[in-house]
């Protein structure tokens, strides 16, 4: 069981963490539902040709451990990456084909949860340290692809909107991000099936005492922290 990423110089196959078959949602997302296991694999397939896999885990019976075989291009290798990811080179590390995102996790409250690689051979496996604070499902998102993300349309929140979203339960927060939004309605539809990664960005920001911006990359948001301008 496995996915693939490809251009016209780049094919990598990623194996999963699961043998359950796949369903295919309306937007095209394909969910591994495996009733026999305490966790759902999903693929999403992004605009840029990479792909993130959504490994969710329903409780606190699901492992911790989550293996991902590689299949690498012919004559590349794994580099790790200073924020825990891993680069895709060529053998003589001249080029970087592709990139492993460092990993991310979440609680049902928005909590990130420690996650980390480490590399056996060809396969990354992804720990996720639950404890007894971590309320359950906790979303574990890798993602497979490309170094290069053309940044889209920003939104800078400031600190009053950024404690808000912090705070907000998810389906206050449904609300609050679509109002939030609404000038540009490609960041709206991202952001209504990230909502436990925005707020789990806003509550980092919060804490740090700075305001949160999100940057839509090719249909995909991403979370930063900022000071000045908005940020009041």
């Known amino acids: 069981m496995g996915v693939t990423v490809a251009d016209s110089k780049f094919m990598m196959k990623i194996g999963l963490p699961t043998a359950a078959t796949a369903t295919q949602t309306s937007a095209g997302t394909l969910v591994y ?7 759902d694999v999903a693929v999403q397939s992004l605009a840029n040709d990479s792909v993130r896999i959504l490994v969710t885990l329903a409780d ?4 911790s451990e989550y293996r991902f075989p590689l299949t690498l291009p012919i004559g590349s290798r794994l580099s790790a990456t200073v924020d825990g ?10 080029e970087v084909l592709g990139k492993i995102e460092a990993p991310w996790a979440t609680d049902a409250a928005g909590t990130a949860v420690p996650t980390s690689y480490r590399l056996q051979g060809d396969t990354i496996v992804q720990t996720v340290r639950t404890d007894d604070k971590t309320i359950f499902p906790v979303v574990a998102d890798p993602t497979f ?3 290069w993300t053309p940044p889209g349309p920003a939104a800078y929140f400031n600190k009053n909107e950024t404690r808000t979203t912090a705070d907000s339960d998810y389906w ?6 679509a ?8 960041m709206a539809a ?5 909502i436990w990664h925005i707020k789990g960005w806003a509550k980092r920001a919060k804490d740090e005492g700075k305001c949160l911006k999100l940057v839509l990359y090719l249909g995909i948001i991403e979370g930063e922290t900022y000071t000045g301008g908005n940020c009041k």
């Open 60 to 63: 606190r019976s699901a492992p």
């Open 145 to 147: 692809g490309w170094d």
């Open 85 to 94: 990811g891993f680069y895709v080179m060529t053998a003589n590390d001249a």
């Open 179 to 186: 109002g939030y939004l609404a000038a540009s309605p490609a």
């Open 33 to 39: 539902a495996d009733t026999d296991r305490d966790y």
């Open 190 to 194: 991202a952001a209504a099936v990230q």
């Open 172 to 177: 206050e927060l449904v609300s609050i991000l």
